[in-house]
């Protein structure tokens, strides 16, 4: 009997993911120094940026995170990759586009497409931020290493959806 496998592609925008980074890197600072609990030069230096000497780590770590994520989510990915090396992938540098392409079974609810999708962008934001913030302002770092979890968990719950199977008909 044939294997029917869907093919499910998930698309991430690199200039969507730094944005999304460098936001929460803002208002995490500008919240912290709002509140109280750092000085304006503390907030100031947890903000990152495109400059280059944010913009290396930034992307560093959005490149590991995104490793760390294909190899999370290993057993439905199509990839034929043979091998490695520790250079950031021109798609991060270049700010392109991240792909998975996911083969899932035929009975793989569409639905949870969407919800993949956010999900895998919550993810690598938040691993991005946590590496971020263990260098500059290490309080906040744990926060979203546990945001960082509970999005994983919304991408496998996503990954497993099914569809219930329709009765067959007979004439």
């Known amino acids: 009997m044939a294997e029917n496998k869907k093919t499910l592609t998930v698309t991430q925008e690199v200039k969507e993911l730094m944005f999304d980074i460098m936001n929460k890197a803002y208002l995490t600072g500008q919240a912290r120094e709002f509140e109280g609990t750092k000085n304006y030069e503390a907030s100031s230096n947890m903000q990152a940026s495109e400059d280059m000497e944010n913009s290396y780590q930034l992307r560093r770590s959005l490149a590991n995170a995104f490793s760390s994520l294909k190899s999370l989510l290993g057993e439905y990915l199509d ?79 996503a990954l497993y959806k099914r569809s219930r199977p329709t009765r067959p008909t007979y004439n």
């Open 79 to 157: 990839e034929n990759k043979s091998t490695s090396d520790n250079i950031i992938p021109k798609e991060i540098d270049d700010d392109g586009q991240l792909v998975l392409a996911f083969k899932l079974p035929s009975n793989y609810n569409n639905a949870s497409a969407d919800s993949l999708g956010n999900g895998i962008h919550a993810y690598l934001v938040d691993m991005a931020l946590y590496e971020w913030f263990t260098i500059t302002n290490k309080e906040d770092a744990q926060d979203y290493l546990t945001h960082s979890t509970a999005s994983l968990e919304t991408v496998k719950r």
